[in-house]
C-alpha cells in the first residue's frame, strides 16, 4: 500500500531564512503529489501539486516543491520564511489512476521565530 | 462561494451518544471526502463519495461510524454509540473530477467524547 513519510515532526526557522520540509513516499510507480498548508483552526489548503512533467513545481504563497524520482521524495522549499508562514504542513499521494483519494503523512509543524 | 460548510463546529458530548457530524459540500464538486485527525494517527481517510456514491469505505473504523450522502449538497457522518477514543477534528472535503483533484476542506468538527 502506498504511504508518506514525514520525518520532522516540529521544525523552527528564523525569519527570513530559508526553509525545507522534507517528503518521502512509497508506491511503485510515479503517484501525484501534493502539499497542504493548515492553519491553527482551519482546514487545509492547497500549496501545490505535481503530476506529470517539470520536476519543479511552484506553488502559492512563495513555495516550490522538487520531485526526485530516485529518492522516492518531494521536498517542500521556501526561500525566505515570514511569519505567517508558521503552520502545519501536510505532504499527500494519490495513485495515478482514477477513484481514489488522497492520503496524508503526519504533518509537520513550521514554527518561524524572530 | 461559500466554501464546504461543515457543522457543528463543536461536538461535546458523553460516551454511548448518537453523534451526527454534517457536511455541505462546494456546488459543482462531484467527490466528497470525510477525514478524521488526531495527534496519534494524523490525517485519516474515512469515507470518499463520488457522485453521492460511496467508493471507498476501508477507512470507517468499525460498525459505530456510518456515512451517507442522499444528495449532491450533503454529507452525514454518524456516530453510534459514541466512545473516547471517538475524539478527534472530523474534516469533509469536497473536489471537482475524481479523488485526486484538489481538495477544497471545511473547518472541521471538533468532537470530544466524555
Known amino acids: 500500500a502506498q504511504s508518506v513519510t514525514q520525518p520532522d515532526i516540529h521544525i523552527t526557522v528564523s525569519e527570513g531564512a530559508s526553509l525545507e520540509l522534507r517528503c518521502n513516499y512509497s508506491?511503485?510507480?510515479?503517484?501525484?503529489l501534493f502539499w497542504y498548508v493548515q492553519s491553527p483552526g482551519q482546514g487545509l489548503q492547497l500549496l501545490l501539486k505535481?503530476?506529470?512533467?517539470?520536476?519543479l513545481v511552484q506553488g502559492i504563497k512563495g513555495f516550490e516543491a522538487e520531485f526526485k524520482r530516485s529518492q522516492s521524495s518531494f521536498n517542500l522549499r521556501k526561500p525566505s520564511v515570514h511569519w505567517s508562514d508558521a503552520a502545519e504542513y501536510f505532504c499527500?499521494?494519490?495513485?495515478?489512476?482514477?477513484?481514489?483519494?488522497?492520503?496524508f503523512g503526519k504533518g509537520t509543524t513550521l514554527s518561524v521565530s524572530s | 462561494d461559500a466554501g464546504v460548510i461543515q457543522s457543528p463546529r463543536h461536538e461535546v458530548t458523553e460516551m454511548g451518544q448518537e453523534v451526527t457530524l454534517r457536511c455541505k459540500p462546494i456546488?459543482?464538486?462531484?467527490?466528497l471526502f470525510w477525514y478524521r485527525q488526531t495527534m496519534m494517527r494524523g490525517l485519516e481517510l474515512l469515507i470518499y463519495?463520488?457522485?453521492?456514491?460511496?467508493?471507498?469505505d476501508s477507512g470507517m473504523p468499525e460498525d459505530r461510524f456510518s456515512a451517507k450522502m442522499p444528495n449532491a449538497s450533503f454529507s452525514t457522518l454518524k456516530i453510534q454509540p459514541s466512545e473516547p477514543r471517538d475524539s478527534a477534528v472530523y474534516f469533509c472535503?469536497?473536489?471537482?473530477?475524481?479523488?485526486?483533484?484538489?481538495?477544497?476542506f471545511g473547518s472541521g468538527t471538533q468532537l470530544s467524547v466524555l
Open positions: 472535503a469536497s473536489s471537482r473530477g475524481q479523488g485526486y483533484e484538489k481538495l477544497f
Open positions: 508506491y511503485g510507480a510515479t503517484p501525484y
Open positions: 505535481y503530476f506529470s512533467g517539470d520536476t
Open positions: 499527500a499521494v494519490a495513485p495515478n489512476q482514477a477513484g481514489t483519494a488522497l492520503i
Open positions: 456546488s459543482g464538486h462531484n467527490s
Open positions: 463519495f463520488n457522485n453521492n456514491v460511496p467508493i471507498d
